[in-house]
Nanobody
Framework: QVQLVESGGGLVQAGGSLRLSCAAS????????MGWFRQAPGKEREFVAA??????YYADSVKGRFTLSRENAKNTVYLQLNSLKPEDTAVYYC????????????????????WGQGTQVTVSS
């Protein structure tokens, strides 16, 4: 069974940077679609970024500031967060899809069947 564990969150000032990591254990996930979501207090979980094979997708709100990458040798996915804003404050979740699918709904949280526990990102103004 694959497990996802996020790390790298923290408190940073506006304009700062963080790098989030999502390490998978239990199975090689190099072919899985992977994504990042975030959830702020009182708000729904929202799509941040995702990739499948060599194609990467970003929410408009983070495009140009966040970068998604993966290191298959370490079974790890990274989300580099630059030029952070207070509105980026949220719990960030790593997600993966291990089971087969017909349509790639990468922005939908219910598309993914693997989730990490989340890591808090707080951006102060």
């Amino acid at each position: 069974q694959v497990q996802l564990v996020e790390s790298g969150g923290g408190l940073v000032q506006a304009g700062g940077s963080l790098r989030l990591s999502c390490a998978a254990s239990g199975r090689t996930f190099s072919t899985y679609p992977m994504g990042w979501f975030r959830q702020a207090p009182g708000k729904e979980r929202e799509f941040v970024a995702a990739f499948r094979w060599s194609t990467t997708y970003y929410a408009d709100s983070v495009k140009g500031r966040f970068t998604l990458s993966r290191e298959n040798a370490k079974n790890t996915v990274y989300l580099q967060l630059n030029s952070l804003k207070p509105e980026d404050t949220a719990v960030y979740y790593c997600a993966g899809r291990a089971s087969s699918y017909s349509t790639y709904y990468y922005t939908r949280a219910d598309f993914y069947d693997l989730w990490g526990q989340g890591t808090q990102v707080t951006v102060s103004s």
